[in-house]
T-cell receptor, first 110, second 115 residues
């Protein structure tokens, strides 16, 4: 079973601060996706990482895939209230089953 | 359609009643997923379909839960004899396939409340 562990579970910060959230597993990922979910909505894909050591940037968001492809991180620079939401990491195993971690609930206060 | 559509958006039911939740995936998407999400929690995998078949039903919590998909399109999740612990948001997603880089598109969910 490929279990995804996310940390921290909750994060409350002030506007302008930086933060990092983590996604870890004891198994090797073939690829990993990060989604963001706003209240009352379904999750929306932010990025997919595939190659060990890969770094992808999406404006103020930086995603990194560990060299061994067993972990990933999401770093947000100068967080804004619009970044508030639930951040989920997910992976699609060989059988096609798309599973997710328990999420990091981020609150950015003005 | 333009996106994944789920109905109803909200459902309040009495304990012991059966409920049916519907998901209309994006046209042409062969893979369809069902998840359950409790308040502030992540997504609990329930079942997924590739076409009309369900290769993995391991996430269904009990035999009160069942799902089907017909015509490679619409899917229905049925919960029989609902219990209060079934209260949650049920999310459906679809994707073009089940490849490693495939993006899943989610509906807005059905909020189920069992009273």
């Amino acid at each position: 079973t490929q279990l995804l562990e996310q940390s921290p579970q909750f994060l409350s910060i002030q506007e302008g601060e930086n933060l990092t959230v983590y996604c870890n597993s004891s198994s090797v990922f073939s690829s990993l996706q990060w989604y963001r979910q706003e209240p009352g909505e379904g999750p929306v894909l932010l990025v997919t990482v595939v190659t060990g050591g890969e770094v992808k940037k999406l404006k103020r968001l930086t995603f990194q895939f560990g060299d061994a492809r067993k972990d990933s991180s999401l770093h947000i620079t100068a967080a804004q209230p619009g970044d508030t939401g639930l951040y989920l990491c997910g992976t699609n195993n060989q059988g096609g089953k798309l599973i997710f971690g328990q999420g990091t609930e981020l609150s950015v206060k003005p | 359609g333009a996106g994944v559509s789920q109905s109803p958006s909200n459902k309040v039911t009495e304990k012991g009643k059966d409920v049916e939740l519907r998901c209309d995936p994006i046209s042409g998407h062969t893979a369809l997923y069902w998840y359950r999400q409790s308040l502030g929690q992540g997504l609990e995998f329930l079942i997924y379909f590739q076409g009309n078949s369900a290769p993995d039903k391991s996430g269904l919590p009990s035999d009160r839960f069942s799902a089907e998909r017909t015509g490679g399109s619409v899917s229905t999740l049925t919960i029989q004899r609902t219990q209060q612990e079934d209260s949650a948001v049920y999310l459906c997603a679809s994707s073009l396939g089940t490849g490693l880089n495939t993006e899943a598109f989610f509906g807005q969910g059905t909020r189920l409340t069992v009273v």
